[in-house]
C-alpha cells in the first residue's frame, strides 16, 4: 500500500455580518491512501479552523478531488476564543485511480454561512501522488519463438514479498493454462512452448500467446491478471513428409511381356503416401514426369516419350503452405516401330541371276524390331498374293536381318505376281507391297 499526506493552508479571508467583520483562517490535512490490489483511493482530511472569537455562523469545509465533491459542516456556531485553533475530521470517500502509479488533483476551501459578501475563502490547490495497485506486468524476453523452444518470463514484484502465477492462453485470456509459479523472491520463470500447440494452428504457421500473470501478497490476490504476449511460430522443420511413393506399369501386357518400361508405350500409375506434421493435413500432390505435372496421390501419366533414366518427382503441400519433395528415377528402354529398309524384288533365274525371262523372284532386303529387353516378338516374311490370300515364301526370326532371298517357287513369266514384305513385333506389323510384272520375250 501507499500513503501520501499534505497540509493545505487557507489564508485569512473576511466575513461581513450587519455591524461587523471578522477574519477567519484555515488548513486541511490530505492523507491520500491506495491498498494492493484497489481500483480507488481512500481520501482521508483532517480540517482546521482559526476562530476569530465570539459567537459565529457555522463554518462549512469543501474538498474536490479529481472530481468528487464532499461538503460537510465541521465547525458549529458557538462561543470561540480569539485567535484559537480548532481541529475536526472529515469524512473520508474513495475516488478511482489508475491501476498504474499516478497522482489526484486536490482543491480545498472553507464557507462561513453568514452575512451576504466575503464569506467563502480562496481555493487552494494541491496534487498527491499515489502508488501502482501492485500486481505485476509480467515481460518476455523473445516478440517471437519456435514451438518447442524456451523462452525466459520475468515477473518483477512490485513488492520483494509478492509471489506470481503464470498462465499462457491461446484465446486471448478467456482460458488459461498454467505455467507455474514464481516464488517470493525470485523474478524469472524459463518456460518451453508446448509442441501441442502447433496441433491447434494446422492451417497457420503462427499463433499469439498471451502469458497472464496473477500476483499474490501471501495466499490474497493483488488486483487483476497482467498480460504480455508472445508469438509462437512453427518450426521450419514441421513439414510435411512422403512416405512412400510407388511406380508401376499402367498400360495392360506391358508388365509381363516385357519386364521393362518401353518408349512412347508405357504410361506409369503413380501412387503417393504422405502426411501433414503436427495437425497440418495434405492439401495437394504434384507429380511431375516427362515434361507434364499431374495432381493427385493416384494419376496415370501419358505415354512416355523419353529413354533412358526418366525423373518423377512428387511434391506435396500441406495446409500450413509447407512442401516436401522426392524424386525417383525409373528406366525407359528405347524403343522405335519395326522398319523396313530395303525392299525390292526382280525376275531371276534359277542362279539368283537377275533375268526378265526368269521364272523365280529374287528379292534385296532388310529390316529392324527393338529387341526391348530381349522380349520383344519378333518375325519378317515375304509372301506372294494367290487369289485374295497372302502365303509366305520365308519367314525369319532375327530382330535385325539383311539380305537376298531367292524364291524356291516359280512364276510364270506370262502372268505379273504381287509380292509383300512384312515385319511383325508386340505393338504391330510394318508392310510394303511390291509385284513383277509379265516377262516379255522377243519373237523373230
Not at 506486468?137 to 517471437?144: A, M
Not at 524390331?369 to 516378338?377: A, C, L, M, S, Y
Not at 504391330?428 to 511390291?434: H, L, N, R
Request: charged share 10%; hydrophobic share 30%; aromatic share 10%.
Amino acid at each position: 500500500m501507499s500513503v501520501t499526506q499534505t497540509t493545505i493552508n487557507i489564508p485569512y479571508w473576511l466575513t461581513n455580518g450587519p455591524g461587523w467583520q471578522t477574519s477567519n483562517q484555515g488548513s486541511c490535512r490530505v492523507t491520500v491512501t491506495r491498498n494492493y490490489g484497489d481500483s480507488h483511493a481512500t481520501i482521508s482530511t483532517y480540517w482546521g479552523y482559526c476562530s476569530p472569537g465570539g459567537s459565529q455562523a457555522s463554518v462549512n469545509c469543501i474538498i474536490n478531488v479529481n472530481g468528487t465533491v464532499r461538503n460537510e459542516q465541521l465547525f458549529g456556531p458557538t462561543v470561540h476564543s480569539a485567535g484559537a485553533w480548532y481541529y475536526a475530521n472529515g469524512s473520508s470517500f474513495t475516488v478511482p485511480v489508475f491501476d498504474s502509479a499516478g497522482s489526484v488533483s486536490i482543491s480545498v476551501y472553507m464557507i462561513v454561512n453568514a452575512g451576504s459578501s466575503g464569506q467563502q475563502s480562496s481555493a487552494q490547490s494541491a496534487s498527491l501522488s499515489y502508488d501502482s495497485r501492485g500486481e505485476t506486468t509480467p515481460s518476455v524476453n523473445k516478440t517471437s519463438a519456435d514451438i518447442g523452444t524456451s523462452v525466459t518470463i520475468t515477473t518483477k514484484p512490485y513488492v520483494s514479498s509478492f509471489s506470481h502465477k503464470l498462465y499462457y492462453s491461446t484465446d486471448g485470456g478467456k482460458s488459461k493454462v498454467s505455467i507455474g509459479t514464481v516464488s517470493a523472491g525470485t523474478t524469472t520463470k524459463s518456460w518451453t512452448i508446448p509442441t501441442s500447440l502447433a496441433s491447434q494452428i494446422p492451417n497457420d504457421a503462427s499463433i499469439l500467446i498471451t502469458i497472464v500473470c496473477e500476483t499474490y501478497n501471501g495466499s490474497s490476490k493483488v488486483g487483476g491478471d497482467k498480460t504480455c504476449t508472445l508469438t509462437a511460430t512453427v518450426p521450419s522443420s514441421y513439414k510435411p513428409s512422403i512416405s512412400s511413393v510407388s511406380i508401376s506399369e499402367a498400360t495392360a501386357g506391358l508388365a509381363s511381356q516385357f519386364g521393362v518400361y518401353v518408349q512412347t508405350k508405357s504410361t506409369l500409375k503413380i501412387v503417393t503416401s504422405a502426411s501433414g506434421s503436427n495437425g497440418s493435413t495434405i492439401k495437394s500432390v504434384n507429380v511431375s514426369c516427362d515434361g507434364f505435372t499431374y495432381s493427385g496421390t493416384t494419376v496415370t501419366t501419358g505415354t512416355i516419350s523419353s529413354s533412358g533414366n526418366v525423373s518423377v518427382v512428387v511434391t506435396v503441400t500441406d495446409s500450413r503452405g509447407r512442401t516436401a519433395s522426392t524424386t525417383k528415377t525409373v528406366n525407359v528402354v528405347a524403343y522405335s516401330a519395326p522398319a523396313i529398309t530395303t525392299s525390292t524384288v526382280t525376275r531371276a533365274n534359277s542362279s539368283g541371276t537377275a533375268s526378265d525371262e526368269g521364272t523365280y523372284a529374287l528379292f534385296n532386303y532388310a529390316y529392324s524390331i527393338t529387341n526391348v529387353n530381349n522380349r520383344n516378338t519378333h518375325t519378317f516374311k515375304i509372301q506372294y498374293k494367290s487369289g485374295s490370300s497372302w502365303v509366305d515364301l520365308v519367314t525369319y526370326t532375327d530382330y535385325s536381318k539383311s539380305g537376298k532371298y531367292l524364291s524356291t517357287r516359280t512364276f510364270d513369266v506370262n502372268s505379273a505376281f504381287e509380292f509383300r514384305f512384312i515385319v511383325t513385333d508386340y505393338f504391330g506389323s510394318y508392310t510394303i507391297e511390291k509385284s513383277i510384272d509379265i516377262s516379255f520375250a522377243l519373237m523373230n
